[in-house]
């Protein structure tokens, strides 16, 4: 493996320092009461993080990738709806939309910030369009203030993929509020990572609430309570998805130091977006009302592969995160996402790359990086 000066992730150095509370925390969930289902660390957490967003329901689960899933199933989306979103997420994003047998429908991003522009998404609606799934791409909010206006108007949900996006607000609200559900990610390099897979869901509906509730243990009618006493009904066909307790545990002991983190990778941006530079270099541009959370600082360069290479070769770990974008991916080469034309996308997406944006560097680090990037463009 090679040794990056500069790598993606330093959260080691940040387990190190918790080092002590981590495994405090890791031995009370190893020697808590056996529990069925959903543990205990699971319903602690869903608590904590009530704090950290604008809803007034939290799920815990497996992933953001089954939040989706799941999201989208409680709203109601079935097989042959139609779901606005976009081509420059993960493949989780459209993975979850087909994995109900709906159907994903690319809509063009903004130049400025990389996300959906709400602007062409009133185009895009027919009588099977169900839902809109915005994805707040590099933690950068999506514009779902106006999506919501659209979605009223035509009586769609909004399900957003908030994945790379917690601690970042939007109209002064926490990230998602504006969402019917809003999904979170505490895969490893999200902003809040724990070590394997990890998730929220988020919603103000107490329907949408149980919904999620309901799909992610199993469909149980009683759900994971009911369980305990061995009771088998199920309403729905669900799947075993609460979160994992030692992720929770470990995103507990974490969560309180989120603003600290997201206001370090803030601070880390200012240092970029005011001394990278070079021909050809274009920055990201953000609404005023937005503050995103920067899971990496996402620039568009006009010779990708040379200045990645020279990047990587300098000891800075930048990535193409993601290209190529879903609709030119091999998995759908027989599908209609191959025909998507979408300029905006296809020009982020032949251009950018992501530099390092860990709360953990100092700004020595981050400056090296900077001269790194001025010399090779
Ligand atoms: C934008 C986006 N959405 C969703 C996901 C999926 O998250 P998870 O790994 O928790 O399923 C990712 C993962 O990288 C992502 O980047």
Excluded at 150 to 167: E, M, P, R, W, Y
Excluded at 222 to 249: L, T
Excluded at 328 to 351: F, G, H, I, R
Aim: hydrophobic residues 40%; negative net charge; contains cysteine.
């Amino acid at each position: 493996m090679k040794e990056y000066k500069i790598p993606r992730s330093l959260v080691h150095l940040t387990h190190k320092t918790m080092r002590d509370e981590i495994m405090e925390k890791f031995e009370s969930v190893l020697l808590s009461e056996y529990s069925v289902g959903a543990h205990l660390a699971g319903e602690q957490l869903e608590k904590e993080f009530l704090k950290y967003i604008g809803h007034e329901y939290v799920t815990g689960v497996h992933s953001a990738t089954m939040g989706m899933l799941i999201g989208l199933r409680a709203c109601g989306v079935k097989k042959g709806d139609e779901v606005i979103t976009v081509g420059n997420s993960d493949i989780s994003t459209t993975a979850a939309i087909h994995s109900i047998g709906a159907v994903s429908v690319l809509c063009d991003i903004k130049l400025e910030d990389y996300t959906i522009d709400p602007s062409k998404v009133e185009a895009l609606i027919t009588d099977r369009t169900s839902a809109i799934l915005p994805v707040d791409m590099y933690g950068h909010p999506a514009d779902v203030k106006k999506l919501r206006l659209i979605a009223n108007k035509f009586n769609l949900s909004i399900v957003q993929d908030a994945a790379l996006a917690l601690g970042g607000s939007d109209y002064d609200l926490p990230v998602g509020s504006y969402a019917d559900i809003v999904v979170f990610s505490f895969a490893p390099l999200k902003p809040m990572g724990c070590l394997g897979n990890g998730g929220m869901v988020a919603t103000s509906s107490p329907d949408l609430h149980q919904a999620v509730k309901l799909l992610t243990g199993y469909g149980h009618a009683g759900g994971f309570e009911g369980m305990k006493i061995g009771h088998q009904d199920h309403i729905d066909e669900g799947y075993n998805v609460p979160i994992d307790p030692f992720q929770a545990a470990l995103v507990s002991v974490k969560l309180h130091k989120l603003d600290e983190w997201t206001k370090r990778r803030r601070e880390i941006v200012d240092l970029y977006s005011k001394h990278l530079q070079g021909h050809d270099l274009h920055l990201p541009k953000f609404r005023a009302d937005s503050d995103p959370t920067y899971r990496c600082y996402t620039v568009c360069v006009g010779d990708q592969s040379r200045i990645l290479k020279a990047l990587r070769e300098e000891g800075v770990e930048a990535v193409l995160h993601y290209v190529p974008p879903v609709y030119k991916q091999s998995v759908y080469k027989d599908t209609s996402l191959s025909e998507a034309n979408l300029p905006m996308t296809d020009k982020v997406t032949d251009s950018l790359l992501c530099l390092p944006v860990s709360p953990e560097l100092s700004d020595e680090q981050v400056m090296d990086v900077i001269a790194i990037f001025n010399k090779i463009m």
